[in-house]
């Protein structure tokens, strides 16, 4: 069975500082890897995603994260954050498969404040 | 807006009813997913479908949950007998499959489920 641990659940920053979020799986097989972000009243999406090829990929508004598969680890980061970066942040590990069964983390609140 | 619907958006009922809930995904998306999310939880899988077949149940899915996606389009889940532990937010997600899936699920804005 696949699992997603998040790290960090409530995290507060100052507009303009860094950020990772750190994130590990376990899953035995070949996996996918998601980072969904939902801003305050909206649904979840996509931020960005990971499925082979070159383990640094970006998402949208800056974010990128790096898939470490010995530390089976895929950590979000932003080089400086902006008060609309205020959202909730989860960690996802889909099976590379027929289809994909997508199992999440807990989740990471982020507050950056102005 | 044509991403995925969800009905009603908030539902309170007393412990012992039945809910049901609708989900509209994406037209052109033939995969349709069931999710749960309780306070400071993610998501949790609860089911899912291609087309109209019911492929995977989590063992979360108790027997007084039930998923139906008759004609392969929009989908219900049905809670009978409610439990004060079936509050939550349910959410829906749909896909695209084969080749043209990006391994992305679109998100609904849930049903928020309150049992008194």
Same mark, same amino acid.
């Given at each position: 069975? /696949?699992?997603?641990?998040? *790290?960090?659940? *409530?995290?507060?920053?100052?507009?303009?500082?860094?950020?990772?979020?750190?994130?590990?799986?376990?899953? !035995? !097989?070949?996996?996918?890897?998601?980072? %969904?972000?939902?801003? +305050?009243?909206?649904?979840?999406?996509?931020?960005?995603?990971?499925?082979?090829?070159? +383990?640094?990929?970006?998402?949208?508004?800056?974010?990128?994260?790096?898939?470490?598969?010995?530390?089976?680890?895929?950590?979000?980061?932003?080089?400086?954050? /902006?008060?609309?970066?205020?959202?909730? %942040?989860?960690?996802?590990?889909?099976?590379?498969?027929?289809?994909?069964?997508?199992?999440?983390?807990?989740?990471?609140?982020? /507050?950056?404040?102005? | 807006?044509? $991403?995925?619907?969800?009905?009603?958006?908030?539902?309170?009922?007393?412990?012992?009813?039945?809910?049901?809930?609708?989900?509209?995904?994406?037209?052109?998306?033939?995969?349709?997913?069931?999710?749960?999310?309780?306070?400071?939880? $993610?998501?949790?899988?609860?089911?899912?479908?291609?087309?109209? #077949?019911?492929?995977?149940?989590?063992?979360?899915?108790?027997?007084?949950?039930? #998923?139906?996606?008759?004609?392969?389009?929009?989908?219900?889940?049905?809670?009978?007998?409610?439990?004060?532990?079936?509050?939550?937010?349910?959410?829906? #997600?749909?896909?695209?499959?084969?080749? #043209?899936?990006?391994?992305?699920?679109?998100?609904?804005? $849930?049903?928020?489920?309150?049992?008194?």
């Amino acid at each position: 069975a /696949q699992s997603v641990s998040q *790290h960090n659940h *409530h995290v507060i920053l100052s507009e303009a500082a860094s950020l990772e979020l750190g994130c590990n799986y376990s899953y !035995g !097989g070949t996996v996918n890897l998601f980072w %969904y972000v939902q801003y +305050p009243g909206q649904h979840l999406q996509l931020l960005l995603k990971y499925f082979s090829g070159d +383990p640094l990929v970006k998402g949208i508004k800056g974010f990128e994260a790096e898939f470490i598969k010995s530390k089976f680890s895929f950590n979000l980061r932003k080089p400086s954050v /902006q008060w609309s970066d205020t959202a909730e %942040y989860f960690c996802a590990v889909g099976n590379s498969g027929g289809y994909q069964k997508v199992t999440f983390g807990i989740g990471t609140k982020l /507050q950056v404040i102005p | 807006d044509t $991403g995925v619907s969800q009905d009603p958006r908030h539902k309170i009922t007393k412990r012992g009813q039945n809910v049901t809930f609708r989900c509209d995904p994406i037209s052109e998306h033939n995969r349709l997913y069931w999710y749960r999310q309780t306070l400071g939880q $993610g998501p949790e899988f609860l089911t899912y479908f291609q087309n109209e #077949a019911q492929l995977e149940k989590s063992r979360l899915l108790s027997d007084r949950f039930s #998923a139906e996606r008759p004609k392969g389009s929009f989908s219900t889940l049905e809670i009978q007998r409610t439990e004060q532990g079936d509050s939550a937010m349910y959410l829906c #997600a749909s896909s695209l499959s084969g080749r #043209a899936n990006t391994g992305e699920l679109f998100f609904g804005e $849930g049903s928020r489920l309150t049992v008194l």
